[in-house]
């Protein structure tokens, strides 16, 4: 039997309405991962052997797993399971209804505020960042804030700071600060990717910043210890060190099901049959 970790992000859907250059998804390399996408049935069967193989929290994310009309019902029997839950969303399609609802069912809520200014250049998108600050702000309003993560590339590394004092002014918990990785879209992007004294000095500027109760931490890897080097020309991003820690402290199980021992190797293990 293959042993899973304690913390596991599942991968609901590769699906996702926003289109960021920096979206760190495998199947950007791999569009074979993404499909076929599993029916409600096969996830919940997912769900309990999970818990009887010794996983203690999962996160449902994607792709954006809003999208997934069954998500509820995946949440419900998660709990129902003895699993704690957690859910990483953009945040769109996040209304009061669901804040609720999570709360209720003490489901934790992260998402992602990669722009201020730059927000439809760093989502794809037309849209603007109000939305999810009024979502972190009402989450917060509501006694239940959420985590916010904000990745550093080009076009919002001048925004760094700001986008921190946001999200901590708007009742962030918790904020995750980290560059743009070398993976997913950004592999064909490596032109937003910062240099190692470009993240050294968005870093110390966001150290300056007042960030109140929000938890400060950064993810400081441009790229997995867990894939392939980039090479030449990109060899001028330092090595991480050891092995990697997203791995160290969760796995992922794709839209198929299968398992990866991090969130970005491309290395998927068809465990459920063992
Ligand atoms: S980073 Fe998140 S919101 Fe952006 S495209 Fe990827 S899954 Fe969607």
Redesign the pocket.
């Known amino acids: 039997m293959i042993a899973l970790p304690k913390r596991l992000s599942l991968e609901l859907t590769a699906r ?1 309405n ?3 250059p ?4 495998v199947w950007h390399e791999r569009p074979e991962l993404a499909e076929p996408e599993l029916p409600t049935a096969e996830w919940k069967s997912i769900l309990d052997k999970c818990a009887r193989q010794g996983v203690k929290e999962v996160q449902f994310t ?3 797993p809003l999208l997934r009309d069954d998500l509820d019902a995946l949440i419900d029997h998660a709990l129902a399971a003895g699993l704690k839950v957690a859910l990483y969303t ?1 945040a769109s399609l996040l209304d009061e209804t669901h804040l609720k609802s999570l709360k209720h069912r003490r489901v934790l809520i992260s998402t ?1 505020l990669p722009g201020l200014a730059s927000y439809a250049t760093m ?2 998108t037309a849209r603007e960042a109000w939305p999810t600050l009024e979502a972190i702000e009402r989450a917060s309003e509501l006694g239940w804030p959420m985590g916010v993560g904000i990745t550093v590339a080009r076009p919002n590394l001048a925004e760094a700071a700001n986008l921190v004092a946001a999200a901590a002014l708007a009742g962030a918990s918790a904020i995750q600060v980290g560059t743009a990785m070398w993976e997913g879209r950004m592999k064909t992007h490596t032109d937003w990717m910062l240099t190692p004294d470009e993240w050294t000095a968005a870093r110390a500027a966001i150290r300056n910043v007042p960030t109140g109760k929000a938890r400060l931490t950064f993810a400081d890897e441009f790229f997995c210890a867990c894939r392939e080097q980039p090479g030449d020309p990109a060899s001028r991003w330092p090595s991480p060190s050891g092995t990697c820690p997203a791995g160290r402290a969760f796995g992922a199980i794709g839209p198929t099901g299968k398992l990866r021992r991090c969130l970005h190797t491309l290395e998927e293990t068809d465990w459920r049959g063992s």
């Open positions: 996702c926003y289109a960021c920096f979206c760190y998804g994607g792709g954006e953009n992602s989502t794809g």
